[in-house]
């Protein structure tokens, strides 16, 4: 027995988010979809939530970053170079509840608990660099299927909303940049974490790809078991621009 439930938002916001992130045109693409076994109380509920854009810069911008939501964060290896994101954020929960397992499983009374699964994914457009034309989409994910809990965390990818590229860790600085941040993210991981997790921690952050940039610097973002136990949860790092500036590329000093 299937529920489908199918959600676009018509209307296009003007994302004007008191300075968190660029001046964009965004809509939301959301689709849900649920399976249930016929004979006992085991379920598959799946859900994806996604912005994308839809003005506010070029046409070549937003077909670039839109691509990359698709490619990144919902249908990797099948995307095609796709731009269209609600037809992908359909895809991935059509194709997320058809592999869901249920196909051939034996399930029973006894064991229908193991199989209350759930699958959600969300992508938002947060944070901005505005002075250096930097948008940060984070994307997230939650997944349980059974066991004593399930996995989480968060992906980021940082726009150059004049190019619409994808900003990595190489293009932010210079040559040689692993070694001395390593150095600040030991540091700045000790302010970050509260006194009472710091046992929780199993290593030393290191410059991961994984990031966001704001007004006021670059976060470093650490998802369970990266540097600490599943207890710790998601660890983000934040260092200022101005702790960064050595370590730069002059065109984002």
Request: glycine share 8%; hydrophobic share 40%; with cysteine.
């Amino acid at each position: 027995m299937k529920q489908i439930k199918w959600l676009l938002g018509a209307g296009v916001a003007l994302a004007l988010l008191a300075g968190c992130r660029q001046e964009i045109e965004v809509a939301t693409a959301t689709f849900e979809d649920s399976i249930k076994a016929e004979a006992a109380d085991a379920r598959v509920d799946t859900s994806c939530s996604m912005e994308y854009l839809t003005g506010g810069v070029s046409q070549e911008v937003m077909d670039r970053i839109n691509a990359a939501i698709v490619e990144h964060h919902l249908l990797f290896d099948e995307a095609n170079g796709s731009t269209d994101v609600p037809a992908a954020v359909q895809t991935w929960v059509e194709e997320t509840v058809n592999g869901s397992g249920f196909e051939g499983e034996e399930i029973t009374e006894e064991n229908a608990w193991a199989y209350h699964w759930t699958f959600e994914r969300e992508g938002v457009f947060s944070t901005a660099c505005k002075s250096r034309k930097l948008q940060t989409y984070r994307g997230s994910y939650n997944d349980y299927t059974g066991g004593s809990h399930g996995q989480f965390g968060i992906g980021c990818d940082v726009f150059d909303m004049a190019t619409g590229e994808i900003v990595t860790e190489p293009d932010l600085f210079i040559d040689d940049y692993f070694s001395p941040l390593c150095d600040i993210l030991e540091e700045a991981v000790d302010a970050a974490v509260p006194e009472e997790d710091k046992d929780l921690l199993f290593g030393t952050p290191e410059p991961n790809g994984n990031f966001a940039v704001s007004e006021e610097g670059v976060t470093w973002v650490y998802n369970p078991y990266e540097i600490a136990s599943y207890a710790s949860g998601i660890i983000e790092v934040p260092v200022s621009w101005a702790s960064l500036n050595p370590f730069l590329q002059p065109r984002w000093r």
